[in-house]
């Protein structure tokens, strides 16, 4: 946090703080803003519409930069609270609607003047239209004047010599909605103009060691190195996998990295098996595990829970600081018969089974 500080009093960057707690980052910020927990969406939502409504947006960057002239499938809606495709019975989503319209070259359609009323950027505009300063307020608790002068100050960076900063921790991610808080806050930047810019993005603070390079590394469970994911049971061979994880470029000459998975995928394949991975056998697709269902830490708490996990090996990483329900954790965690953290620090992990004689060995 010292370097926001520094921002502050050298470069007379603007410091604001919007959280439930008035806490030691509000105590010395230009502008601190009470919020309901949870009501996050609702708070970003209606940034984006003052954003729309006041014309505060960086249009070069939004027509060049973002899906914004892209038109939506017609059977896509939003309607009472819910997305087209739900599943009562299931509590599911079929996202297939989802989707843009596609010529025959399977190009999305898209309209530059932002004049068709199925392009991403009207339908934006209609699904923030409820939010104004006043439902802000009601939902969220934070004064309308605040809200305001939150929103005027996030607009000034709506040109392409000012940048803004949005900092989240896991006040964010644990809620039940979080991706929908971290979308909407993605969807504010773009509108601004300040992804990919110096001094501005999205930036995750964690409470753990290097979550970025833990993910680099393929150490989640159902992810391989470099972003790629770890073939599922429904994935038996080769193309149906490769097909299913390269993404297809959506325009003409569009930027799209992820069109080279298939060489990432050979490349790893060939430093796992050498000259065994070859492509008569799929580059050794058959000996990679298949995994059965996600093991987040959701499900490992649960499976701990209901004693499926019995042991746990914690390297650079502090659960109970990191789990969401701090005190289901400490129930799941009571439950194992040994834990082993491997860490350079003291942590709550390394420590609370001082206080649960049901942990058998701890080291």
């Keep these: 946090f010292k370097w926001v ?15 439930p707690r008035f806490n030691r980052s509000a105590a010395v910020a230009d502008l601190y803003a009470p919020i309901r927990a949870g009501s996050d969406t609702a708070f970003l939502l209606g940034v984006i519409r003052y954003l729309l409504e006041n014309n505060r947006v960086q249009h070069d960057y939004v027509r060049h930069y973002t899906n914004a002239s892209l038109i939506i499938r017609d059977d896509y809606q939003f309607n009472d609270g819910l997305f087209s495709g739900y599943d009562d019975k299931k509590r599911q989503y079929d996202k297939s609607s989802w989707f843009y319209q596609l010529d025959e070259q399977g190009n999305a359609l898209r309209d530059d003047s932002l004049n068709h009323p199925r392009c991403v950027w009207n339908l934006l505009k209609a699904h923030v239209e409820r939010y104004t300063p006043e439902m802000v307020n009601r939902l969220c608790g934070t004064s309308v004047a605040d809200f305001n002068r939150i929103c005027e100050i996030l607009a000034s960076t709506c040109v392409p010599d000012r940048t803004a900063t949005i ?9 039940s909605n979080g991706a929908q808080i971290i979308r909407a806050a993605a ?12 001094g501005g993005g999205i930036n995750a603070l964690r409470g753990h060691s290097n979550i970025q390079g ?23 061979d080769y193309q149906t996998y490769i097909s299913q994880i390269t993404p297809p470029a959506l325009g003409v000459n569009e930027v799209n990295y992820w069109k080279n998975t298939p060489k990432f995928f050979v490349s790893m394949m ?25 093991y987040d830490v959701m499900t490992q708490a649960e499976l701990m829970l209901e ?30 018969k040994y834990m082993v953290v491997i860490d350079p620090l003291v942590t709550e992990s390394s420590n609370f089974w001082q206080n649960h004689g049901e942990m058998n060995d701890v080291t």
């Design 5 to 19: 500080i520094e921002a502050q009093t050298k470069n007379d960057a603007t410091v604001v703080v919007v959280d």
């Design 167 to 175: 900092l989240y921790a896991l006040g964010w991610t644990h809620h």
């Design 187 to 198: 969807m504010l930047q773009l509108l601004l103009g300040n992804i990919g810019m110096a």
């Design 214 to 236: 833990y993910t680099d590394l393929g150490l989640l469970s159902t992810n391989l190195p470099g972003y790629m994911p770890l073939p599922s049971e429904k994935q038996a």
């Design 270 to 294: 060939k430093s796992f098996w050498g000259h065994n991975a070859t492509v008569e056998n799929n580059w050794g697709y058959d000996w990679l595990p298949k995994w059965d269902r996600l």
């Design 307 to 336: 004693g499926k996990i019995n042991g746990y090996i914690v390297q650079g990483f502090n659960p109970l600081a990191a789990f969401p329900d701090k005190n289901k954790s400490i129930r799941a965690l009571s439950k194992l």
